[in-house]
């Protein structure tokens, strides 16, 4: 019995393994190719939905195949591709079958096409499920060594998902690291860099790397990398003399066209080396190396001090967690212990508070709970952002595509995307109490006397107009010709002190509302509607806008006022309560793990927030389950805390590619796989695979230490490149698309950048690190534009009384999601809606209104030129100063020579005329459509912080020489060479 | 190709070249081996096709969610339930769906008007002149039940906000016709709308394809002058020696094309700076047009001025204006409120249509006027006289006009209390496919290759609407 069984088997194997005929060929290609390809590009509208079958052609069998749909044409003719639709629509060529696949990047490969051609020309043989199943574990070997491999996952909701195969090249990233060897002699004794070795290898034959930068070059590059700000000309005269050289300040050369000493001192020395290493320690070692790496984690991760939408509420404590990635960075905290911290910083340990403050990290995404919806959707709007957030972050992979199916191209089944969703299903939204510790900066909290100003205003205007409506009412009963006795005594009851109540617990303010009190007392006394005057009688359409603006104000300053409060913006494990409206921050309720529904996640079929399918067990990515040491548990705490095991762990190979990757992008200006947040196979490949993976290997063999991979990048030959290649021609021939690395790549300042570059030039920076956020001047415009939120308006931008506390950082500027600075928004700052995996810079004409127009460039021209010529003692001097203070060299002949003539012809334009003082402004006229009754309506709004307002250095302030030279410093803020890095 | 630097040169406010930039990329060499190339498409089949009408779009946003019950969808039914209470059957998917609400009617008698016999409320009477321009729509749903979010999905496509604007993937797709301005312009209230100004972003999009409000107030751009007391003559003598330190730079750094573009960009700025101000000028329209749009007279003069503006930057080749209007947010007292802000923009909308038709425009020109939502039948406690509607994702109505649109019809149909399209239903992405056809433009090649993913303004696809294609 066995043998006869084993036959047929065996003598398939054999026919498989040597000659078959043209009929068996296409028998192979069919159940190869053609029936996957069916399945993964048609079905889906052409059969599986029998509802709903897309033009009524149904591709599930040869027979529907051949009936054809509503053209009533067979869908193939078999033998003859040329005259079937099938082979005609997926090459999308004919004019009478339109293209299919419909999206174009469905749309077949070239290969795909031609299996499809070969099997109709073959006469299309269609097998049963029976004989498919056959061959294919027949050839299963055979094909799978040819095809690509199958994933092991936890599974997909169809066999056919599970079963599918990977073409390795896009499985890339799930492969474990592997560190390669790598040869670093070269010749004699000499150690190479293996980053150099690596980079060496990729090298198009033929293209020789640029040479070294200079001096001048090197430290602006190393400096605004590790620092985001320009090296004084102090540091960079004594790095010159460190390399060698020496920088002529004071006397300007004669002969334009011979650069000044420093400009040439070349870093190809071992003297130079060693004023590299020691430059480098230097700026890791400065306090603003942590600023700069935590500006492109808040790229990622989003930040913003409100929460967006509807009421854009802001989120008073974020500023901490701001803090805590500057604190991480400065500290070099190991990159493993940073992940963990921020996904399970309470888990871990929920008395200190520096690891509540790093959960804000799941907190970063915008998110509202109003009345108008139900918890349940926003809940799971949560649930989707912080599952899709922590898979972008730290595994380079976009989770979102499998909430609603099987993820299209990667091994990431939907059921993975609940489960990892299970790990957040106890975590709860908290503002949390965690007390201020020593290293935070609490500097400048007596600001709120500001906002308690406006509260007071907005107090009284409520019990003001709570006096109207008393009057209207009695109006109301007169011409209504009613009885206001009952109404009379309510509102007597209601203004006893013994009844009389603040506004509606948990909200903000005191105030007189006997109006809305009498109402309800008449109403639970079961007076009828008609027989009171209704809500907000007689008000006219001010008074509709007036009384809005003072009742959300005071719920938006609930959220301000948070800022001076020992919480964080974090989380909490618990059971899931029901709110029907956020207004109010947080606490972590007392009874949190009793109280409310403990959620039992399930794959939500479609995403729908409502669907139920399979239950599931928090869990990991399964196709990279060899990286989860210990299963993660179903208790209501400590679901994160094994998860962030398994993202931390050295092998989950995800992790520890996507963060040198983003250390890379980081020096280089590009990455080396081209998506940082996206490492799956729709994402760009990585340009240099071994240098990726020796990067990862060498990061976890330094204790997850960024300041180590910053040296090791650093000291290398590449970094150190010049951005001008001797040969344009061969490089543009051998590196068209710029990955040689031949050559360092330029970039433009990111907005952020530019603005602390200009602060630093003028001497105005204020480098306090960390607190609450600051408010610089804004465009006026845009500080005074009337700002829709929630039936209201939200406060106008007040800038910080007093220009140390304006001119700080960008870091620190107060990021509003619905009102971003004007300046920074054009130089591609980048919204905080979505993670930033990498900065653009384009080039748009509204840079050249903001940067050349704007008042701040135009303040910042004039303190440059203020401080140039207390600084200098001639005209020539100070000319030599500017180009010394923002392009880090001395100006040739022929710049100092226009620079002066520049000078003069402006100091004669200018005359007399001395321009009248910035006047502060105390109180903006807002005109606005109110919503009750869709007439305009005005109101005043008092800028309390302006009363104390100290305006930068004004031209009025300063003599029409310094006025003058302000537009030479205008120019150079304005230039290239300023807003470029080499 | 380098993403990047696919639009080095891409300096203009609006293009450089007289074609799309998918056009204009495709015609440089492509390289298929990295998937940045994917966003050049695979054939020029992008350039508007000669069977598409429509070469312009200005889209009428009434922010807040104009009720359709109150305005083009009149719902006799309401009038025997008035006030009476309201009960849920399905499943609570909404928080304004709980506690006591009660049925409301319409305040507004309606007419049919036109030939087509349109239904429209009777203080719509301008518009009423121009009905059989008009195709009505009342078969569209969203998906979200709050402004901004619902702002975003009609303006971009996307709920959640940072998603290019219909404007964006509409000049990406087919240029603008004007070199010297933005080819997506905005034109938004003093008080910006709910969600601010991520309605016009251009998302991943190149940052040229960003609309550029022109401001009701103040300067029109920001920082279009220079601040006060810095005369032209200053302003060209710095220009200069910017250009001069700038040229003295690009000869040390050669092979940078950036540094010529951003040097470009600053005469370009110099040359808008004079005239920006001329093209927004409409004082010189003479006097029976600034009286069509209602100019001078105190309601319709601001959304009159707006709607002549429009009409002239159409003129000038702009190929997307969007105009806000609004709040439509009626809660309550709605007869006040959306009696106010029908009066604001009939007028001047019915002048629109009018003028673009007497100038031989309308058929080039699409209008679109919708709202991010339409309202509930019923409302909340606030019973008595005091009533108005709440937000509704599941019903609402959008007019086209002009451009191909399949004029003189109404399309779909909404229950019979305007509590759900049950007729003609669509998805807004279907809703912007069709948009996008009407224009020439299939949404299923318009795809941009940004985070790793092809992107489109439907995000998955969605198909064409037919009906209201003429």
Not at chain 1, 117 to 142: F, N, S, V, Y
Not at chain 1, 734 to 755: C, H, M, N, Q, W
Not at chain 2, 241 to 256: D, F, Q, R
Request: net charge negative; aromatic share 8%.
């Amino acid at each position: 019995m066995k043998t006869s069984i084993a036959l047929p088997f065996a003598l398939l194997l054999s026919v498989a393994a040597t000659a078959v005929s043209a009929d068996e060929q296409t028998e192979l290609l069919f159940v190869r190719r053609i029936a996957p390809l069916l399945h993964e590009k048609c079905l889906a509208c052409h059969g599986n939905d029998e509802a709903k079958i897309s033009g009524g052609l149904d591709m599930r069998t040869l027979a529907s195949m051949l009936k054809g749909g509503d053209s009533e044409t067979p869908g193939l003719t078999a033998g003859k591709p040329k005259e079937s639709p099938l082979y005609l629509a997926v090459t999308r060529q004919h004019a009478d079958w339109s293209p299919m696949p419909p999206k174009e990047a469905d749309k077949l490969d070239a290969e795909q096409i031609s299996w499809v051609k070969d099997w109709i020309a073959g006469g299309a043989p269609w097998l049963d499920e029976a004989r498919m199943q056959a061959i294919a574990k027949a050839h299963e070997a055979k094909w799978s060594l040819e095809d690509g491999t199958v994933m092991k996952t936890s599974g997909g909701l169809s066999q056919e998902w599970s079963n599918r195969k990977y073409k390795p090249d896009g499985l890339w990233a799930y492969q474990p690291v592997r560190r390669p060897d790598v040869e670093t002699r070269r010749q004699g004794d000499e150690e190479r860099n293996p980053i150099d070795s690596l980079i060496a290898k990729k090298l198009p034959a033929g293209l020789e790397p640029a040479p070294a930068a200079d001096a001048i070059t090197f430290i602006r590059r190393a400096s605004f990398d590790l620092t985001g700000l320009p090296p004084t000309p102090e540091e960079v005269a004594a790095f010159v003399k460190e390399c060698g050289g020496e920088i002529q300040t004071k006397r300007v050369r004669e002969n334009a066209d011979t650069p000044s000493p420093g400009l040439i001192i070349s870093l190809s020395s071992p003297q130079a080396d060693k004023a590299i290493a020691s430059l480098i320690e230097r700026l890791l070692e400065s306090p603003h190396y942590g600023e700069r790496m935590a500006q492109h984690w808040l790229d990622v991760t989003r930040y913003a001090d409100s929460s967006g939408f509807s009421n854009d509420y802001e989120r008073g404590n974020a500023w901490r967690y701001r803090d805590y990635v500057v604190r991480a960075f400065n500290s070099d905290k190991p990159y493993d212990q940073f992940i963990k911290e921020q996904i399970a910083g309470d888990e871990i340990d929920p008395d200190n508070p520096e690891l509540i403050i790093a959960t804000g990290f799941l907190r970063m995404g915008p998110w509202e709970l109003t009345g108008m919806e139900v918890e349940k959707i926003a809940r799971q709007r949560f649930l989707d952002d912080v599952v899709n957030s922590t898979g972008e972050t730290f595994l380079a992979h976009s989770l979102q595509c499998a909430r609603c199916h099987d993820h299209k191209f990667d091994p990431v089944p939907t059921r993975d995307y609940y489960s990892i969703q299970a790990v957040f299903a106890t975590t709860q939204l908290s503002e949390r109490a965690a007390p201020f510790l020593p290293v935070e900066n609490t500097n400048g909290f007596e600001e709120r006397t500001y906002l308690e100003k406006t509260l007071a205003e907005h107090e009284a205007m409520l019990s003001r107009l709570d006096a109207v409506l008393l009057e209207n009412a009695q109006r109301w009963f007169k011409d209504n010709a009613k009885d206001p006795t009952k109404w009379n005594t309510a509102v007597e009851a209601a203004s006893k002190p013994s009844t009389r109540k603040q506004g509606p617990a948990k909200r903000l303010g005191v105030y007189s509302d006997l109006f809305s009190a009498a109402r309800i007392a008449l109403t639970n006394a079961g007076v009828l509607e008609s027989d009171f005057p209704p809500k907000f009688v007689g008000f006219t359409p001010e008074q509709f806008g007036l009384e809005r603006v003072a009742r959300k104000g005071l719920e938006r300053l609930r959220w301000e006022l948070d800022r001076y409060e020992p919480y964080a913006l974090a989380v909490y494990g618990g059971r899931t309560r029901q709110y029907k409206t956020i207004f109010t921050p947080l606490r972590v309720p007392a009874d949190r793990m009793t109280m409310g529904e403990l959620e039992e996640t399930c794959v939500l079929p479609g995403g729908d927030p409502f669907g139920s399918g399979e239950k599931v067990k928090p869990g990991v990515l399964s196709v990279l389950a060899a990286a989860q040491k210990s299963p993660i548990p179903d208790s209501i705490e400590g679901r994160r805390m094994t998860f962030a095991d398994w993202v931390a762990n050295a092998e989950n190979p995800l992790t520890t590619r996507a963060i040198v990757n983003r250390i890379w992008l980081w020096h280089f200006d590009q990455p080396i796989a081209g998506n940082p947040n996206n490492f799956g196979s729709t994402g760009k490949k990585p340009t240099h695979p071994e240098l990726l993976d020796w990067l990862a290997a060498t990061f976890v063999e330094k204790g997850w230490s960024f300041k180590a991979m910053h040296r090791i990048i650093m000291n290398s030959e590449a970094y150190r490149r010049s951005a001008t290649h001797p040969d344009l021609k061969t490089l543009a021939d051998k590196d068209p698309i710029g990955t040689s690395y031949a050559v360092f790549k330029p970039r433009r300042l990111t907005a952020e950048e530019l603005r602390d570059a200009m602060l630093i030039v003028t001497g105005e920076l204020n480098p306090m690190l960390g607190g609450i956020p600051n408010r610089p001047e804004i465009n006026l415009e845009a500080a005074l534009q009337p700002r829709q939120v929630m039936g209201t308006f939200a406060a106008a931008w007040t800038p910080n009384p007093l220009p140390q506390q304006r001119h700080r950082r960008s870091l620190y500027a107060l990021k509003i999601r619905g009102l971003p600075d004007p300046l920074q928004e054009v130089f591609n700052a980048p919204s905080p809606d979505f993670s930033c995996e990498r900065r653009e810079a384009s080039t748009v004409t509204p840079q050249v209104f903001s940067l050349f127009n704007g008042q701040s460039t135009q303040s910042r021209a004039l303190a440059l030129a203020n401080r140039v010529v207390k600084e200098t003692r001639s005209d020539e001097e100070a000319i030599a100063r500017v180009f010394a203070i923002t392009f880090s060299r001395p100006p040739n002949a022929e710049e100092l020579q226009s620079c002066i003539a520049h000078w003069r012809d402006i100091e004669a334009l200018l005359g007399e005329e001395v321009p009248a003082a910035q006047k502060p402004l105390l109180e903006v006229r807002r005109d606005a459509i109110e919503e009750n009754t869709g007439e305009k309506f005005s109101f005043n709004e008092t800028l309390h912080a302006y009363a104390e307002f100290v305006p930068d250095l004004q031209p009025a302030d300063v003599p029409a020489h310094t006025r003058a030279l302000a537009d030479v410093c205008l120019a150079l803020l304005n230039s290239n060479e300023f807003a470029y890095v080499y | 190709m380098e993403d990047n630097q696919m639009y080095r040169r891409d300096t203009l406010l609006g293009m450089s070249s007289i074609l799309g930039t998918i056009a204009f990329n495709s015609m440089l060499k492509a390289d298929d081996t990295q998937p940045s190339s994917l966003n050049i498409p695979p054939s020029a089949s992008l350039l508007q096709p000669s069977f598409a009408k429509a070469k312009n779009v200005i889209f009428l946003m009434m922010e807040g969610g104009p009720s359709h019950i109150d305005t083009f969808d009149p719902k006799p039914m309401l009038e025997k339930l008035h006030l009476r209470e309201f009960v849920r059957e399905e499943q609570q998917i909404s928080a304004m769906q709980s506690g006591k609400r009660y049925y409301v009617q319409s305040p507004f008698k309606f007419v049919k008007a036109g030939q087509s016999g349109a239904d429209m409320a009777e203080n719509w009477m301008h518009l009423a002149k121009v009905a059989d321009d008009i195709c009505f729509f009342r078969g569209c749903t969203v998906d979200s039940v709050n402004h901004p979010t619902a702002m975003y999905q009609m303006n971009c496509g996307n709920r959640f906000g940072g998603d290019p604007g219909i404007g964006a993937w509409v000049n990406y797709g087919l240029g603008s016709i004007n070199q010297d301005l933005p080819g997506f312009i905005v034109l938004p209230e003093v008080s910006y709308p709910q969600g601010g100004s991520a309605n016009w972003s251009n998302g991943y999009l190149p940052a040229k394809f960003q609309g550029t409000p022109l401001r009701a107030k103040g300067s029109p751009i920001l920082d279009l002058t220079p601040p006060a007391g810095v005369s032209t003559a200053r302003q060209r003598k710095n220009l200069d020696l910017i250009a001069k330190l700038n040229t003295e730079h690009a000869a040390k750094h050669p092979g940078h094309d950036e540094l010529a573009a951003r040097m470009d960009n600053y005469e370009l700025a110099f040359r808008m700076q004079m005239q920006v101000p001329e093209t927004l000028d409409i004082s010189k329209e003479d006097a029976k047009t600034k009286e069509l749009y209602g100019i001078g007279n105190d309601a319709t003069d601001s959304f009159g001025r707006k709607c002549l503006l429009a009409r002239k930057l159409v003129e000038k080749g702009v190929r997307f204006v969007q105009l806000y209007n609004g709040s439509w947010d009626s809660h309550d007292y709605i007869e006040r409120a959306h009696g106010n802000l029908v009066r604001g923009v009939d007028q001047p909308i019915a002048a629109l249509i009018t003028d673009l038709k007497q100038r031989g425009l309308l058929e080039s020109t699409l209008i679109v006027w919708c709202g991010e939502f339409g309202r509930t039948p019923d409302n909340g406690v606030r019973g008595g006289t005091a009533y108005g509607r709440d937000h509704n994702p599941n019903a609402m109505t959008i007019w086209l006009a002009g451009g191909g649109c399949n004029a003189g019809h109404t399309i779909g149909a909404t229950d019979e209390l305007g509590m759900e399209a049950v007729e003609g239903k669509a998805h807004i992405r279907d809703f912007h496919v069709t948009l996008l056809q009407l224009l020439g433009l299939d949404d299923n090649k318009l795809t941009f290759y940004h985070a790793g993913r092809f992107k489109q303004l439907s995000q998955f696809g969605g198909t064409v609407i037919k009906d209201l294609i003429s």
